[in-house]
T-cell receptor, first 109, second 116 residues
Framework: KQEVTQIPAALSVPEGENLVLNCSFTDSAIYNLQWFRQDPGKGLTSLLLIQSSQREQTSGRLNASLDKSSGRSTLYIAASQPGDSATYLCAANAGKSTFGDGTTLTVKP | GAVVSQHPSRVICKSGTSVKIECRSLDFQATTMFWYRQFPKQSLMLMATSNEGSKATYEQGVEKDKFLINHASLTLSTLTVTSAHPEDSSFYIC????????????FGQGTRLTVV
C-alpha cells in the first residue's frame, strides 16, 4: 500500500526566503507525482505535475523535482511571498492518487 | 488545463436526509473519476473509483450503501450521501482523468457538507 509522507508538517518563514518542501513515497511504481495548493476551506489548485519519466518541472517561482528510485520529491519555492501561505499537498499517482498530509506554509510580511 | 466542475460548493442538510453531489468534466471525456473525503486538518482519503458505465470500486471501510456513486456518462459522476448523519460532515472532492490512470488528474473545487 502506497504511503506518502510530507515534511515538515508546518513551516513559517519571512517574506523573500527560498524554501523547500519534501514529499516521500514508499512505492516507486507511480505514473506521476503532483503538487497542489489548498487554501483554508477551499479545493485543490494543481501546481505542478511530474511524469515518472521526468526529473523536474518548473512554473514561475516553483520548481518540483522527482527522484522516483529513492521515492522522493521536493517543491522549491523561490522568493516566498505572503500570498504563498497555504497548505501544500503532494500526491503520488499509481492509477489512483495517494496524498500526503500536507505542509502548512506561513510566509510572514 | 482541463476543467472539472463540482456542485454544490456548500450544502447544509438535516440528519436523515440524502444529499447528491455532482462532478462534471467540462471540456474532456473522463474515463475515470475519483471521489475523496477530507476531514479537518487531515489529508484527502480516496473513497471510491468510478468508471463510466460500470459499478464503482470502493476503498476498504467505505460503505457502498451509504455513499452511492453513479457514473452514467463520460462527463458526469454523482455521489449521493444517503441518510446523512453529523459524522458525515466533511469536505468531499472529485477528480477526473481522461485516460486509464496514468494521466493527469483534474480536481473539482470540492463540496463542504454539513449535516445538522
Amino acid at each position: 500500500k502506497q504511503e506518502v509522507t510530507q515534511i515538515p508538517a508546518a513551516l513559517s518563514v519571512p517574506e523573500g526566503e527560498n524554501l523547500v518542501l519534501n514529499c516521500s513515497f514508499t512505492d516507486s511504481a507511480i505514473y506521476n507525482l503532483q503538487w497542489f495548493r489548498q487554501d483554508p476551506g477551499k479545493g485543490l489548485t494543481s501546481l505542478l505535475l511530474i511524469q515518472s519519466s521526468q526529473r523536474e518541472q518548473t512554473s514561475g517561482r516553483l520548481n518540483a523535482s522527482l527522484d522516483k528510485s529513492s521515492g522522493r520529491s521536493t517543491l522549491y519555492i523561490a522568493a516566498s511571498q505572503p500570498g504563498d501561505s497555504a497548505t501544500y499537498l503532494c500526491a503520488a499517482n499509481a492509477g489512483k492518487s495517494t496524498f500526503g498530509d500536507g505542509t502548512t506554509l506561513t510566509v510572514k510580511p | 488545463g482541463a476543467v472539472v466542475s463540482q456542485h454544490p460548493s456548500r450544502v447544509i442538510c438535516k440528519s436523515g436526509t440524502s444529499v447528491k453531489i455532482e462532478c462534471r468534466s467540462l471540456d474532456f471525456q473522463a474515463t475515470t473519476m475519483f471521489w475523496y473525503r477530507q476531514f479537518p486538518k487531515q489529508s484527502l482519503m480516496l473513497m471510491a473509483t468510478s468508471n463510466e458505465g460500470s459499478k464503482a470500486t470502493y476503498e476498504q471501510g467505505v460503505e457502498k450503501d451509504k455513499f452511492l456513486i453513479n457514473h452514467a456518462s463520460l462527463t458526469l459522476s454523482t455521489l449521493t450521501v444517503t441518510s446523512a448523519h453529523p459524522e458525515d460532515s466533511s469536505f468531499y472532492i472529485c477528480s477526473a482523468e481522461q485516460g486509464a490512470g496514468d494521466t493527469e488528474a483534474f480536481f473539482g473545487q470540492g463540496t463542504r457538507l454539513t449535516v445538522v
